[in-house]
């Protein structure tokens, strides 16, 4: 039989079996899911993954199914076979679940977030998909480990966030600022000119965590262009948002085959783009990372006159987790390998996170011009050093300016930078929900059982616009929400972020340990560029797409991350 038509008939007898299985499956096979409202698959292979994953598109389907289902539904994942696999064999169950995907579990209610997050966060485990994939990319850096492995990170990397430590980078990051101020300026003497806002605030924020973070300079912010480390840096999420879903959920399981070295060789023999990119901008970090520890390392041994003349003059985030780590027990002591980790996710988180939620802002206010001519009369009067000039801010008077902050909080409020965040039950339990929601048999259900394996899929972006809590503008930018009291059905939610009511940081042990540093860089950026510039859309379109961190690039059809706006100098 011709080798053609053997795979035709393997191709036949498989889709008929698929088909059979499709049939009996709800006979044979309960989930605990069953009951539960949700969406219908789009595709066997994808399920609803592909919708949800869309770069461009993904918005609107994600807020169709909120809209349709609300708090609690179920939706199909990658080979939807739609079903919770229980086996008393835990061999059989993992190889079970990497042939079937179960029926996933979504939500946003605010009681089920305070389980997932505070109280059961034990029970509902960091993605095994997202560990590994930062695993891989990164090294075991405090946002790819688990268990004592992260508390021990945590807790040496919690004291370099401190308000304390932030007060003194406060000069540093007016020193950088400055710098972009002086850039920006230079390009646009001559009138309004359209720049690549993204591509500045990138750069910024880049030269931000370097210099206070880790006590590096990788920009001095005077070329058009950014060089290669930063662009590495700043396409890091597109890239990896174009790894086909198979792949990523197959990363858990794949890693377990063979040594580290022939699992590289195969990956530089992959035939794909998006491969061979993830691999030069992971070698790139790491390079990268090792020479700051080297450097930093060699600073602290010869004494404290060699960390003054660094940049950061030893009082960046690094140098305080180096002093650390080197009075630490041996048992809570990090490896270099550690180490050089840490120093990859830092840059990766506080570039991009930051660097596009400052992107998103400033296109708010180049949408909203009242807004922007608002808050730049209240940072001209604060900066108003008395002598018709503009003084620099300190840590307390830019944090406590209450229309900048109002700004702040509804940009991370309506558009959190992470939208969706997934989670790995690890043991049988029983997710409670704040009210009832109707079953499919019409039945009130008041908490959902979750099986061991299965996944569950949190929607940060709808806690924070749901109209239950926020009220029916919840999906409208209104900075003025923050001026007056919050709605009575919000503070009585209790939602588990640590951040202002918002699950924009999360909240639990995986909250964003740089949260607030994240907001003295973008204040003190809006503060520094508003009464120096105006900031308007330009004739170009601006799209902004789905990825592990959201991104701006130019017109449908674009993927490039890319945000011009017209910029105009307000300086005589």
């Known amino acids: 039989m011709a080798p053609s038509l053997q795979l035709q008939l393997v191709g036949c007898l498989l889709a008929v079996l698929y088909t059979v299985w499709r049939i009996i499956r709800p006979f044979v096979v309960k989930s605990p899911l069953d009951n539960i409202p949700g969406a219908e698959s789009d595709s066997w292979l994808m399920g609803n993954i592909a919708k949800l994953k869309h770069p461009k598109d993904s918005w609107a389907y994600e807020k169709s199914l909120v809209e349709r289902f609300g708090r609690a539904f179920t939706f199909y994942g990658i080979l939807n076979v739609g079903v919770a696999v229980a086996c008393a064999n835990e061999r059989t169950q993992?190889?079970?679940?990497?042939?079937?995907?179960?029926?996933?579990l979504y939500t946003y209610d605010s009681r089920a977030l305070h389980s997932i997050y505070i109280k059961d966060q034990d029970v509902f485990q960091e993605s095994d998909v997202l560990t590994t994939s930062f695993g891989l990319f990164v090294g075991p850096a405090v946002i790819a480990t688990l268990g004592e492995q992260h508390r021990k990170q945590r807790k040496m990397i919690n004291p370099a966030f401190s308000v304390k430590h932030l007060r003194e980078m406060n000069p540093i990051f007016n020193d950088v600022i400055r710098k972009l101020e002086i850039a920006i300026a230079s390009r646009v003497k001559d009138g309004p000119k359209e720049i690549d806002v993204l591509g500045w605030m990138g750069r910024t924020a880049l030269e931000l965590i370097g210099q206070g973070g880790l006590g590096y300079s990788f920009d001095p912010l005077t070329e058009d262009k950014a060089d290669e480390f930063a662009e590495s840096l700043k396409s890091f999420f597109p890239v990896e948002g174009q790894i086909p879903g198979i792949i990523h959920v197959s990363l858990p399981k794949l890693v377990r085959i063979g040594p580290a070295w022939i699992r590289r060789k195969v990956a530089e023999m992959v035939p794909r783009p998006f491969a061979q990119r993830m691999l030069r901008i992971s070698d790139a970090m790491h390079a990268q990372s090792v020479r700051i520890i080297k450097e930093k390392r060699a600073a602290l041994e010869r004494g404290d006159q060699a960390l003054k003349q660094q940049v950061g003059e030893g009082k960046d985030l690094m140098s305080v987790l180096l002093r650390g780590n080197m009075i630490a027990s041996a048992e809570e002591r990090l490896s270099e390998e550690e180490l050089i980790a840490q120093v990859s996710a830092l840059v990766l988180a506080a570039m991009d996170t930051t660097s596009n939620a400052l992107s998103r802002t400033l296109y708010q206010l180049a949408q909203y011009p009242d807004v922007q001519e608002k808050l730049r009369d209240e940072l001209k009067q604060a900066r108003d050093d008395g002598a018709g000039g503009l003084r620099d801010l300190d840590y307390d008077e830019v944090m406590e300016l209450p229309y900048l902050d109002a700004v702040c909080r509804e940009t991370l409020r309506r558009f959190p930078p992470v939208r969706l965040l997934e989670r790995l039950v690890t043991k049988d339990a029983v997710l409670p929900l704040s009210s009832p929601i109707k079953g499919k048999d019409g039945s009130m259900i008041e908490s959902i059982p979750v099986g061991k394996g299965m996944r569950v899929l949190t929607d940060l972006e709808a806690s924070n616009c749901n109209k239950e809590l926020w009220g029916e503008d919840a999906y409208e930018w209104k900075p003025e929400r923050w001026l007056k009291p919050l709605p009575s059905a919000l503070e009585e939610a209790h939602i588990p972020g640590v951040y202002s009511h918002l699950m924009?940081?999360?909240?639990?042990?995986?909250?964003?340990v740089g949260f607030k540093f994240s907001q003295l860089e973008m204040k003190l950026?809006?503060?520094?560029?508003?009464?120096?510039?105006?900031?308007?859309?330009?004739?170009?379109?601006?799209?902004?797409?789905?990825?592990?961190?959201?991104?701006?690039?130019?017109?449908q059809h674009l993927t490039k991350p890319a945000m011009p706006l017209v910029v105009t100098s307000l300086r005589g």
Do not use: D
Request: net charge positive; with cysteine.
């Open 94 to 104: 993992i190889l079970m679940s990497t042939i079937v995907q179960m029926k996933w």
């Open 504 to 512: 924009t940081f999360i909240g639990g042990s995986r909250s964003c």
């Open 525 to 555: 950026v809006l503060a520094t560029l508003l009464p120096a510039f105006k900031f308007e859309l330009s004739k170009q379109p601006i799209c902004w797409n789905a990825a592990g961190v959201s991104y701006p690039s130019v017109g």
